[in-house]
């Protein structure tokens, strides 16, 4: 319902999205009545108002606990349906603790695989549980439901400055998708935050490199980052703001479509799943508002994003439902004003489509709120992390020793309220140091690995990790 009004007063709709930032048409949104939430735009400054949420709307977070089945591996074995077809996943092997896996009975033939709870009276039991989270073989216990394993305190998992001195520091270094980007993360200090509650708000700030200085088919080639994080112990692990970086088309002059840029940012904006789509194959897309607003600072409004709990157990999941604003300001002045680069990532390479009004709701301008749903799972304990290329361990983080050090988190963003991710990103935090291991993406997952770290005076270097692709 965009009103004939002035263009600076108008009705936008926005919905359902992970604070990484993109517009969504409302029929994609999956909101009360087909209805996103609505909001006046006033002629000059920011909305006065937040718009009241749909009656699914929890301001702020929830925390709800899943939970395993232990089967009996007598009777039941672990399948996956990829594209290949069910395929049976040998007892012990690491795959197995996943909701997506498939139980079913020993000897099922692929039909039955793919509809168990069709053939076992157990089965449909299990797959008829609105909380089952995954499975797990019942070793030396009787086979049925329970909660997952425990980690203990979270705030353990992302160490912040504990003793004078040390913060400056404090840094991790990681490359980026086979070596492609380097980037290197350390505490630049403390903020206040509106989200935060008094409690010490940390500046993570990376500093991004294109390991390749020269190809400056990357823009930008070097860049940094911050975020603003909150380590509370008692209450859990919390975010509250971030510059939003676009994932982008390396800008080169040549022929043909260049690859896609892809930033080793905690959170980014994937072009491909943002936007209002395209029907026609051959129509060439105009850009969407993830790359107008890139580089800008997204600030997490009345409800901080809330990683995890206070304390770690398999099958958590916390949900955040808030908001995610930036400023209309920036973003007025670089479709009005900007450098041609500002203008052409507002702009569709400089020109609005001729079909699409500067004031429609589907094209990026002037403003920027969205109401924002977070998915949060805990999804493995580990006491020591492999991380393979083919048989060969290139990475390992923790110690054989039956501690748990390493938690894997499962962060999911969803395009509709409830449909398919428009973002997941999977971080894998170990005891005392952090973040060891992060994969972002919907389908190829780019990969971040920790290859040093100094964390509150103590250094750990490459071999600490055992890598083996130095």
Known sequence: MVRGRPIFSRILWSCCLLGLVAMMPHWLTGCYDGMPPTMQIPDTGEPTEFIPPPPDFRPGSETQLKLLYFFDQSVYRIFTNDAGGPTQIPPGADAYKRRGEVLSIIGATAGQIIKPDTVDAVLAGVYGNPDLFGFEPAVGRAPGFDVGQQGGNSTDFMPACMSAGSCAESYWSYNHVQFQWSRRTMLAGTTTSSTSAGATTWIVRDSCRVRDSDRLTFLPAVYTADSWWSVVPGQGIFLHGMHLIAERDEVIEQG?????????????????????????????????????????????????????????????????????????????????????????????????????????????????????????????????????????IVGRYGAPDGVVDVVKLVVRVHVEALGRPAQRIDLYLMRGIGLVVQQTGLVAFDISRLREAQVNGQYFPPEYFSYADN
């Open 256 to 392: 043909g479509s260049p690859p896609r840029q892809r930033n080793p940012q905690l959170l980014w904006v994937s072009q491909l799943s943002l936007g209002g789509g395209i029907s026609n194959q051959n129509e060439v897309p105009y850009t969407t508002i993830d790359q107008c607003i890139d580089g800008m600072w997204g600030d997490i409004q009345l409800y901080p994003l809330q990683l995890v709990g206070p304390d770690l157990q398999v099958g958590q999941r916390t949900i955040t439902w808030t908001y995610v604003g930036a400023d209309s300001a920036e973003i007025r002045r670089r479709v009005t004003q900007g450098t041609d680069l500002e203008q052409a990532r507002c702009s569709a390479q400089g020109a609005a489509p001729p079909d699409v009004p500067l004031d429609s709701a589907a094209f990026p301008i002037f403003f920027f709120r969205l109401l924002a749903r977070y998915e949060v799972d805990v999804e493995r304990l580990y006491d020591v992390l492999e991380w393979k290329s083919g048989n060969n």
